[in-house]
């Protein structure tokens, strides 16, 4: 219409200007707008990146080989009937884009298509802005705009994209230092298969994770890209991904193989983890074995046999031992917290009582929860609390000893107060005793603080001992 009623005369050509030149940047400049209001649709952000790449690399093509050279009264590099050929490659594009919705995996090649279009069109660039600028000669300015676009214009390309565009590693990369971090961390086989989701999630970084019931043998792509589907390692559910990269991308080919070889070796350590279990297994059973039927027998029998009450009194306490080390050894075994409570307050009522020392207990500050312990973390606490009380008895000659199980920062701590004597707990010289009660510690993962009281409530007034746990699980959860 501009062309037919001279309605306005734009300086370097009104006719290739209006009709080509214009509409490609308007086009562009939509496409932007569009792919900025899609940001949460991957779908959405992949079909559009086929159709802006068609308009793009169609009209871009015959803009920089026809018209551009035209507008500057240069000879075309391509006739004309070879231009309105790339021109119609755009119809071609829009029209395979519609068919195969998919997108022949846009998100790995689009890019290369970008690169390639504007790297010759920075040189064509340069180029016929040196010729109208310096006035110098062809030859001459193509060898000038080859070494501007080579020295200035791919490095600043290639650090955009290393560092602002696409700054993740590779999932190989995240791969293995995850799957060899739950390796070594998973206390079992089990935990191990449970690890495998969220190994997935670090990697890519999905809008969610599910798990299903039912199992799959296949990895499947579903809704375009936007899902992802794959086998647990259990056997018994599958995972299913959703929104790649926080939703940015869509799933592609290549997740498929990499997950698939990723799942082969994750399967591999998990066969490796369930032998080593199985020989672990098999030694703790030979060690129950020795311990019940060799030195338990020996401390029955010294038990019945010992010439006084003193004697048989420290064989039963033996015989106790040998029995906790023995349940120690069962690593399935759980026990909730609320019911070792009741045990260790009887425990420590009898000491108290026996020492005439006053027991305050309170677990009223305990959030309702029934919180599981395993076999180990009984045995280390049941230590850690007997010698607690007997180097407290022993060394403070308290009148009294309260012991408080509460909340903090979601973490449970028992804290242990005596009213005796205080000393500064960095004083405190070193011995079997407070080394064996540090190991113990370190083995389930709890944290022990001693502070003297002496300095906030006056002189001679006792020490506080704090055990935290470390996190609890509850009977909602899969004990670990």
Not at 293 to 315: F, P
Request: with cysteine; charged share 20%.
């Amino acid at each position: 219409m501009n062309e037919v009623q001279q309605w306005l005369e734009i300086p370097i050509h009104t006719f290739y200007f209006l009709p080509y030149i214009a509409p490609w940047g308007l086009g562009f400049i939509i496409g932007r707008w569009q792919w900025i209001k899609h940001k949460n649709n991957p779908v959405a952000r992949a079909s559009i990146r086929w159709f802006l790449l068609t308009i793009m690399v169609s009209i871009g093509s015959a803009l920089i080989l026809y018209f551009i050279p035209a507008i500057f009264n240069e000879s075309p590099l391509i006739p004309v009937w070879v231009a309105h050929f790339i021109i119609l490659l755009l119809f071609i594009g829009l029209v395979l884009g519609v068919i195969k919705y998919r997108l022949f995996d846009v998100e790995q090649w689009w890019f290369n298509c970008w690169v390639w279009l504007f790297s010759g069109l920075s040189v064509l660039t340069i180029d016929l802005t040196l010729m109208y600028l310096l006035n110098i000669g062809p030859l001459e300015t193509l060898g000038a705009a080859m070494i501007i676009t080579a020295w200035c214009y791919f490095p600043i390309r290639q650090w955009l994209w290393t560092k602002k565009i696409y700054p993740r590693t590779s999932p190989t990369s995240d791969f293995f230092p995850l799957l060899t971090q739950s390796y070594i961390s998973s206390p079992s086989a089990v935990h191990f298969e449970k690890s495998w989701p969220d190994i997935l999630a670090n990697i890519y970084l999905p809008l969610s994770v599910q798990i299903q019931q039912q199992p799959v043998e296949t990895i499947d792509l579903s809704n375009h890209g936007l899902t992802i589907i794959l086998p647990a390692l259990n056997k018994q559910q599958h995972v299913v991904l959703s929104g790649k990269e926080k939703g940015a991308k869509l799933f592609n080919k290549h997740d498929v193989e990499f997950i698939e070889a990723a799942l082969a070796y994750a399967k591999n350590c998990l066969i490796w983890k369930n032998n080593r279990e199985e020989g672990a297994k098999q030694e703790r059973e030979r060690i129950m074995r020795d311990l019940h039927d060799d030195v338990g027998a020996l401390l029955l029998t010294l038990i019945h046999k010992a010439e006084s009450e003193e004697s048989a009194v420290l064989a039963r306490n033996a015989l106790k031992g040998v029995r906790d080390s023995i349940y120690s050894l069962h690593d399935n075994d759980f026990i909730t917290l609320e019911e070792k409570l009741s045990s260790w307050r009887e425990e420590i009522k009898q000491r108290t009582d026996a020492a005439h020392v006053n027991l305050l207990w309170d677990t009223e500050a305990l959030r309702d929860g029934t919180y599981l312990l395993s076999s180990r973390q009984v045995i280390n606490l049941d230590r850690i609390l007997r010698e607690s009380i007997t180097n407290i008895m022993k060394h403070a000659d308290p009148k009294t000893i309260s012991l408080c199980v509460y909340e903090h920062h979601n973490k449970l701590q028992i804290r242990i107060t005596d009213d005796g004597i205080s000393i500064d707990p960095s004083l405190w010289q070193a011995n079997t005793g407070l080394y064996n009660l540090h190991v113990r510690a370190g083995e389930i993962g709890v944290e022990l603080d001693w502070i003297s009281l002496e300095s906030t409530s006056g002189p001679g007034k006792g020490t506080r001992l704090t055990i935290t746990l470390p996190n609890m699980k509850t009977n909602k959860c899969t004990p670990s």
